[in-house]
């Protein structure tokens, strides 16, 4: 399979500003995705971007793609202890198989 | 709308005996997936389905089999359950589509534990 690959944890203080980091290898990716998973519960769609864009904003979330080195970031601003969970980045060039990476636990400090 | 509802959410075999998780989803997708999330290894795709009666492998079908008799149900069978197979496996769905943007909505997970 595609290799997705993300480190596994990130501390920040309440506040501060998030980037949480991604790589892949599938250079015909189309679509690259980014999850969140609260404890005991499923994952959830934060956002998604097309392979032919670079940057993606969302309210407090900004998604940054550098397609030539394949690696996609995840940037919450002003982060909050609800934004405590794992994040997953995945990817999808069909849209049959998403490939997801490791996850990372992100813990967000008072 | 339920969403994704998977059966049980926490299930204890002894190693060789058998199951069945139950996946099913009132949306009205063609595509379900099963994944298991395992510690440090993130999901990894068992079996997926692109539609009523079709299934196919994904990374790690080995020890599992599926069956899409119905649109909405998808179930994932462990026919001779191992210590191996010890995981959450989330269950996800599509409504389907080339070069989809569709987003996967998952189910809450059953966590099964082999003895």
């Known amino acids: 399979g595609e290799d997705v690959e993300q480190s596994l944890f990130l501390s920040v203080r309440e506040g501060d500003s998030s980037v949480i980091n991604c790589t892949y290898t599938?250079?015909?990716?189309?679509?690259l995705y980014w999850y969140k998973q609260e404890p005991g519960a499923g994952l959830q769609l934060l956002t998604y971007?097309?392979?032919?864009?670079d940057m993606k904003q969302d309210q407090r979330l900004t998604v940054l793609l550098n397609k030539k080195d394949k690696h996609l970031s995840l940037r919450i601003a002003d982060t909050q202890t609800g934004d405590s969970a794992i994040y997953f980045c995945?990817?999808?060039?069909?849209?049959?198989?998403?490939?997801f990476g490791t996850g990372t636990s992100l813990t967000v400090i008072p | 709308n339920a969403g994704v509802t998977q059966t049980p959410k926490f299930r204890v075999l002894k190693t060789g005996q058998s199951m069945t998780l139950l996946c099913a989803q009132d949306?009205?997708?063609?595509?379900m997936y099963w994944y298991r999330q395992d510690p440090g290894m993130g999901l990894r795709l068992i079996h997926y389905?692109?539609?009523?009666?079709?299934?196919a492998k994904g990374e790690v079908p080995d020890g599992y089999n599926v069956s899409r008799l119905k649109k909405q149900n998808f179930l994932l069978g462990l026919e001779s359950a191992a210590p191996s197979q010890t995981s959450v496996y989330f269950c996800?769905?599509?409504?389907?589509?080339?070069?989809?943007?569709?987003?996967?909505?998952f189910g809450p997970g059953t966590r099964l534990t082999v003895l």
């Open positions: 996800a769905s599509t409504p389907g589509g080339y070069a989809s943007t569709d987003t996967q909505y």
């Open positions: 599938d250079s015909s990716s189309t679509y």
């Open positions: 971007i097309f392979s032919n864009m």
């Open positions: 995945a990817e999808s060039n069909t849209g049959n198989q998403f490939y």
């Open positions: 949306m009205n997708h063609e595509y």
């Open positions: 389905s692109v539609g009523e009666g079709t299934t």
